[in-house]
């Protein structure tokens, strides 16, 4: 069982409208979460880092949050646009490991 | 800015075949990763190397070799291609372990 669940799947939503990402982990002892964005095309390119101590970072129109006692993290993306569009991945470090979620596929449509 | 290249964006190989898979960092990282992305499982780690000659096995590593001969350059080997060796693989890099890992734009390879 992957130890890092992300949800939904994919998500397709209306360029400007605001959406939420999921992300919950059961790795352990956790260290940091990134949250990265990858186009279609391209390896991924970090978003954010929390660590344990940090509840929420933004990086323009991306808030992530972590709830590091229920283990869950988010992602939300405001006023989308069609650049939004892409894999969306949450990946927990351990001590010495990164365990990679599986990603969300967003699409913003016009 | 951190860049990291793959030798090719796309291969198209024939089972039984020989892969050679080229990756190189220009910021002087440590640590170099190769994974494979598959639709639904995510990216997985094939084999990482803290240091030039050094090498460890991932979550995946059967099938595929690594050379680590000078630090800027990580090489994945298949030694044989199969078909389910087809897939999307990627490299990174990082300065450290845990630290943010910087990836290449990947090579998408069919065998067939």
């Known amino acids: 069982k992957n130890q890092v669940e992300q949800s939904p799947q994919s998500l397709i939503i209306l360029e400007g409208k605001n959406c939420t990402l999921q992300?919950?982990?059961?790795?352990?002892?956790?260290?940091?979460l990134r949250w990265y964005k990858q186009d279609t095309g391209r390896g991924p390119v970090s978003l954010t880092i929390?660590?344990?101590?940090?509840n929420t970072k933004s990086n323009g129109r991306y808030t992530a949050t972590l709830d590091a006692d229920t283990k869950q993290s988010s992602l939300h993306i405001t006023a989308s646009q069609l650049s939004d569009s892409a894999s969306y991945i949450c990946v927990v470090r351990e001590i010495n490991d990164m365990r990679f979620g599986a990603g969300t596929r967003l699409t913003v449509k016009p | 800015d951190v860049k990291v290249t793959q030798s090719s964006r796309y291969l198209v190989k024939r089972t039984g075949e020989k892969v050679f898979l080229e990756c190189v960092q220009d910021m002087d990282h440590e640590n170099m990763f190769w994974y494979r992305q598959d639709p639904g499982l995510g990216l997985r780690l094939i084999y990482f190397s803290y240091d030039v000659k050094m090498k460890e096995k991932g979550d995946i590593p059967e099938g595929y070799s690594v050379s680590r001969e000078k630090k800027e350059r990580f090489s994945l080997i298949l030694e044989s291609a199969s078909t389910n060796q087809t897939s999307m693989y990627l490299c990174?890099?990082?300065?450290?372990?845990?630290?943010?890992?910087?990836f290449g734009p990947g090579t998408r390879l069919t065998v067939t």
């Open positions: 929390m660590t344990f101590s940090e």
């Open positions: 990174a890099s990082s300065f450290l372990v845990g630290y943010e890992q910087y």
């Open positions: 992300c919950n982990y059961t790795v352990s002892p956790f260290s940091n």
